[in-house]
């Protein structure tokens, strides 16, 4: 049973905490830019919130993909009460089999699970046969550059985070997530250096890799006083990143 089978639920609240929509949200949807007519797949889709999102915003075809099974009934049920034509299945993104490729594919918090080298080496190999030729890889995830000094001024984003004073490869790094009811629950990422970000890339044929953003969206400036959002700005907790395949 995948961890998040227990939490689904509150996962599936904590996105209305409001730096999900004007910070992760407008990250990941600038990075991927016009929608219209393309496939997509959405690895580590949770409850669909990002499927759901990008068929919305003009994609031709999703497909969300997720280990939990929880979280696959959630989206399921959500597709049941708002059909978009979504389509979820339960699995691995690290062992997928698919038989068709993708114009783009979406992995936000799916590469910080990987406590390894040779596991994430394993998420960018999948990611890179389900994409066509010319395709993009991007997503949203842990910050590794992210100082563990400042990590408790992210409390008041509805969000802690702890690790350990020295950071070597795979070590846990915990989010204690706070949703707006007041409704508490943790997981684990993992730390791994960026040189090794960018050798898994490398080493699964991507031509480049890169970290992006992360971008306040106009309307997260406006709704709250000047100054609120510095402290995730100044140094993110949390960062978006984009690759490309080759055109052949």
């Known amino acids: 049973m995948s961890e998040y089978d227990r939490i689904a639920e509150k996962y599936r609240d904590s996105k209305l905490l409001p730096f999900r929509d004007y910070i992760e949200s407008y990250t990941l949807f600038k990075l991927a830019g016009n929608l219209a007519g393309k496939s997509v797949l959405d690895l580590a889709c949770g409850e669909g919130h990002y499927t759901r999102r990008l068929m919305q915003a003009g994609a031709k075809a999703v497909l969300g993909v997720d280990l939990s099974s929880r979280m696959i009934e959630l989206a399921q049920e959500a597709e049941s009460r ?7 299945q339960t699995g691995d993104a690290a062992d997928l089999e698919l038989d068709r490729q993708f114009d783009l594919i979406t992995g936000v918090y799916l590469l910080n699970y990987a406590a390894s080298v040779e596991q994430l080496t394993r998420l960018c190999r999948s990611a890179f046969r ?7 890889f991007i997503g949203f995830n842990d910050n590794i550059a992210n100082d ?5 001024k992210y409390e ?3 969000f802690i985070k702890t690790t350990s004073q020295n950071r070597i490869e795979g070590a846990p790094i915990t989010y204690l997530l706070i949703n707006p009811d007041g409704t508490r629950f943790q997981f684990d990422n993992f730390y791994l250096h960026n040189r090794t970000y960018q ?8 031509l480049a890799f890169n970290w992006e953003g992360p971008w306040l969206s106009p309307a997260g400036e406006k709704a709250y006083p000047p100054g609120y959002w ?11 990143f984009a690759a490309q395949k080759a055109i052949e």
């Open 82 to 88: 708002e059909p978009l034509g979504c389509r979820y």
């Open 130 to 136: 389900h994409l066509k030729p010319g395709g993009r």
């Open 148 to 152: 563990p000094a400042n990590y408790p």
């Open 156 to 158: 008041k984003y509805g």
């Open 199 to 206: 050798k898994a890339f490398e080493d699964a044929g991507f």
């Open 230 to 240: 510095s402290e995730l700005l100044d140094d993110p907790p949390l960062i978006g």
